[in-house]
């Protein structure tokens, strides 16, 4: 929470619901019952989690390496992206360079 306290709302609402699970994703989703599959769009055996988007997609390979350029190793993290200042930038930057919270929060 104290990481967010400077954030616009609309990057604090992204960082909750990737904090909580309830991000607008595939599996969140198909837990609601707002779509008919969990899985990722882009790797149909696979549920399409927080994790999986921001570790672990191929279709976000290209993007991804920016985070890694920027952050090294603890790009591969997910309590050091969701939790430390040093990866909000470039976190942001990966997010809309997928598109995948577009729909919902606009550019963030």
């Known amino acids: 929470i104290k990481l967010t ?3 616009p709302k609309r990057l604090t609402g992204v960082y909750m619901a990737l904090r909580t699970q309830h991000a607008p994703l595939k599996h969140h989703l198909h837990r609601i019952g707002k779509v ?5 769009p882009h790797c149909p ?7 999986h988007l921001l570790l672990d ?7 991804r390496h920016e985070l890694v350029t920027a ?38």
């Open 5 to 7: 306290a400077s954030f």
């Open 36 to 40: 008919p599959s969990p899985s990722c």
């Open 45 to 51: 055996n696979t549920d399409e989690t927080v994790s």
């Open 57 to 63: 997609c191929p279709s976000y390979r290209r993007d």
């Open 71 to 108: 952050l090294g190793r603890k790009a591969s993290s997910l309590p050091f992206l969701l939790s430390d200042p040093l990866a909000t930038q470039p976190l942001v930057r990966f997010l809309n360079a997928t598109q995948r919270f577009r729909k919902t929060f606009g550019e963030i």
